[in-house]
């Protein structure tokens, strides 16, 4: 009796036990068989320009991703509009010459989406940026391939013109903690990085370099009005080095005014550096 109790015991075990495998094999089996998804490559971007008059022709990245992508051999259609919570204005900030791009197998099914940036008539700098909402209406031509949803925010930078790289003669006054106050006169390089963004060699109190990192730090000049992005000392240590009071940029004679503070254990620092071109 005890024998047939155990066997019975068994039988039964074994039974939950198969149960719990074939219910596991069918979701994983589910999953294979789930859509692609095509869409753009990012969530969130920023395109920055002059206010010039120019349009300006930017791109952004799409894609298709999905457990069966690489079995997808069709064409894949993506059409693409904005969204209503734009503040961009369509014919005013932005065109979409190009509402609709072609995935292809040939190209992995990645391509770039043209957008054009419009700036006639608009006057920098501009009291809020506006932003760009992107979205994707349709994905056809091939089956299992499915829209992602996602949108892309993208924030249009109008600048003005800046034209600062240059070797300067840059005179720094650093505080200390304590209210007490060191003043070191140099000559620097300013590098132009990007549309109104620079870099300089130099960065607080170490002339020379510390031989690691990116020399300098980064700031960046909106119709005149200089700001130190928050950023890490030399892009290597973990000093923080942000601007606690905007700067200038006198057009008329070119000199460039920075104000920012770098962190440290005993006690916060900030520098006031004037750079004078050097003609």
């Not at 930017?58 to 457990?67: E, Q």
């Not at 240590?237 to 460039?256: C, K, Q, R, W």
Request: glycine share 8%; charged share 15%; net charge negative.
């Amino acid at each position: 009796m005890k024998t047939l109790k155990y066997i019975l015991i068994l039988v039964l075990s074994l039974g939950a036990l198969n149960s719990c495998l074939v219910d596991q094999t069918t979701r994983y089996d589910a999953n294979d068989d789930g859509p692609n998804l095509a869409g753009f490559a990012d969530t969130r971007t920023a395109f920055g320009f002059v206010a010039n008059g120019d349009e300006y022709v930017f791109t952004v990245r799409m894609k298709l991703i999905g457990p069966t992508s690489m079995d997808v051999t069709d064409d894949v259609v993506v059409t693409i509009d904005s969204d209503p919570t734009s503040t961009a204005v369509k014919g005013v900030h932005f065109r979409l010459d190009q509402p609709t791009i072609t995935l292809k197998k040939a190209d992995n099914y990645l391509g770039l989406l043209p957008i054009t940036i419009l700036t006639q008539g608009i006057v920098a700098p501009l009291a809020k940026a506006p932003v760009l909402v992107l979205k994707v209406v349709s994905a056809t031509g091939a089956e299992n391939v499915l829209n992602n949803g996602k949108k892309l925010e993208i924030t249009l930078n109008y600048g003005c013109f800046s034209n600062l790289a240059g070797t300067y003669n840059a005179h720094l006054i650093r505080t200390n903690a304590d209210n007490t106050t060191v003043v070191y006169d140099y000559v620097d390089v300013i590098t132009q990085t990007g549309v109104g963004e620079y870099r300089t060699t130099e960065v607080a109190h170490y002339i020379g370099g510390l031989g690691v990192g990116t020399p300098g730090y980064t700031f960046v000049d909106v119709c005149n009005v200089v700001t130190v992005p928050n950023q890490y000392l030399l892009d290597y240590y973990s000093n923080e080095v942000f601007g606690h009071l905007p700067g200038s940029v006198d057009p008329a004679t070119g000199v460039i005014k920075t104000f920012y503070t770098v962190t440290f254990a005993a006690g916060n620092r900030t520098y006031e550096t004037t750079y004078t071109p050097i003609p």
